[in-house]
């Protein structure tokens, strides 16, 4: 519906696995990012690409590893989780980041990925 | 650190009365605001922004208030209806590229 796709919708993972979140957008953007949402916090940010390049790391521990190929498709490596990771992370994309903020600049969000960790 | 917060984790109204959810935000230098909505099993979608140049704002059944004098945002949605059943958020910006959020409030509309 908002153009953003995200694969799996839900995972199930033990904490010795490696498995990969991935999101696509159809929507000509060239920023891509990355966010956790927990039960109990607010939606934090994690990683922002501007024209696959990273441009943001917002102190996320080194068992999520991003990759962006191409401006319309993320990854979010993950390995060696722990159950306090179990979270919905939502990919988003937008116009570009790095610019004043505005309604020109909307954030389009995926439906997200549940991940439970074992 | 400063953050964004809401007043009231759940809202429970009557199909057709006004809803009205509130965010309290404590960066003074944020300067552009949006509220979210987010239904259950998707991602969140942009309902309405305000720049701190302004202190009102309509949309579609939607307006929202700015006051800076306490760091307070508000939503008001009009004739409220079962669709608008879904979590409530505001987010701040302060000039940089990243928001904050706010953690949410639940909007329950009763038919």
């Known amino acids: 519906e908002t153009g953003v796709t995200q694969t799996p919708r839900h995972l199930v993972m033990g904490m010795t696995n490696k498995k990969s979140l991935k999101c696509e957008q159809h929507?000509?953007?060239?920023?891509m990012y990355w966010y956790k949402q927990s039960a109990k916090k607010p939606l934090e940010l994690m990683f922002v690409?501007?024209?696959?390049?990273?441009?943001e790391n917002n102190s996320v521990p080194s068992r999520f590893s991003p990759e962006c190929p191409n401006s319309s498709h993320l990854f979010l490596h993950l390995h060696t989780l722990q159950p306090e990771d179990s979270a919905l992370y939502l990919c988003?994309?937008?116009?570009?980041?790095?610019?004043?903020?505005?309604?020109?600049?909307?954030?389009?969000f995926g439906p997200g990925t549940r991940l439970t960790v074992l | 650190g400063e953050s964004v917060g809401l007043h009231l984790p759940t809202l429970s109204v009557q199909e057709g009365d006004n809803s009205i959810i509130n965010c309290a935000y404590s960066?003074?230098?944020?300067?552009?605001f949006i509220w979210y909505k987010q239904e259950s099993g998707k991602g969140p979608q942009f309902i309405i922004d305000?720049?701190?140049?302004?202190d009102k704002r309509q949309g579609q059944r939607v307006t929202v208030l700015l006051n800076k004098t306490v760091k307070h945002l508000s939503l008001q949605i009009a004739a409220t209806q079962p669709g608008d059943s879904a979590v409530y958020f505001c987010?701040?910006?302060?000039?940089?590229?990243?928001?904050?959020f706010g953690k949410g409030t639940m909007l329950l509309v009763s038919p």
């Open positions: 988003a994309s937008s116009r570009t980041s790095g610019i004043r903020l505005s309604s020109y600049n909307e954030q389009f």
């Open positions: 929507l000509g953007h060239n920023a």
């Open positions: 690409y501007n024209f696959k390049e990273q441009t």
């Open positions: 960066n003074s230098a944020s300067d552009y």
């Open positions: 305000i720049r701190s140049n302004m």
């Open positions: 987010a701040e910006n302060s000039g940089y590229s990243t928001l904050t």
